[in-house]
């Protein structure tokens, strides 16, 4: 069974590129599936960031498409995320998920970044 | 770009009671691409309804999903404790790809 862990700075500076990561185990990186990642500022809802399948190509929440990097490197079976020029608003916990269909079955425990100076 | 609307914002019942959850569609969706999400504090959300109305494996059958035109139901038939958290619905939209959540609805004991 695929577990997911996402891992990263908990603290990144206003203007500057949260950067995650997102391990992979339990599961072949190269199966046809997509992996999204998810956001949720604290004590709101849940937003989908972007999303990339096994042969690289990504999607983007359009209100995010400007700043938002999702890659993915099968070797080391690891999914990243940067967004660029953060502000406070970025503030959120920060989900990696898998997914083959429609709907997120299988996502990590979340790993929090908070932007401040 | 759809949105989607859930109603109540909060709702108290208690233990054994009927719960009804409502997910407005701001346009058509099609019922395969609406999926039901259950969170509880410090949790990451859980995958509960796929497909408008078949539930993920391990998901008890006091949880059932329905479709009206662009009003979507997650109905809980005799609520049980750990049951109480915040519910969320989602939609997939395709060209371009993207996903796009309800607001969620707390679903608190009275």
């Known amino acids: 069974q695929v577990q997911l862990q996402e891992s990263g700075p908990g603290l990144v500076k206003p203007s500057g590129t949260l950067s995650l990561t997102c391990a992979v185990s339990?599961?072949?990186?190269?199966?046809?599936?997509?992996w999204s990642w998810v956001r949720q500022p604290p004590e709101k809802g849940l937003e989908w960031i972007g999303q990339?399948?096994?042969?690289?190509?990504?999607s983007y929440n359009s209100s995010l498409q400007s700043r938002v990097t999702i890659s993915i490197d099968k070797s080391k079976k690891q999914l990243s995320l940067k967004l660029a020029s953060v502000t406070a608003a970025d503030t959120a916990v920060y989900y990696c998920t898998r997914h083959s269909g429609f709907s997120f079955p299988t996502w990590g425990p979340g790993t929090l970044v908070t932007v401040s100076s | 770009e759809i949105v989607l609307t859930q109603s109540p914002g909060t709702l108290s019942l208690s233990p054994g009671e009927r719960a009804t959850l409502s997910c407005r569609a701001s346009?058509?969706?099609?019922?395969?691409?609406l999926t039901w999400y259950q969170q509880k504090p410090g949790q990451a959300p859980r995958l509960l309804i796929y497909a408008a109305s078949i539930r993920a494996t391990g998901v008890p059958d006091r949880f059932s999903g329905s479709v009206s035109g662009t009003d979507f139901t997650l109905t809980i038939s005799g609520l049980e404790p750990e049951d109480f958290a915040v519910y969320y619905c989602q939609q997939f939209a395709a060209s371009p790809s993207r996903y796009t959540f309800g607001q969620g609805t707390k679903l608190e004991i009275k």
């Open positions: 346009q058509s969706v099609r019922s395969d691409y």
């Open positions: 990339i399948d096994d042969s690289g190509s990504t």
């Open positions: 339990g599961d072949s990186i190269s199966s046809i599936t997509w």
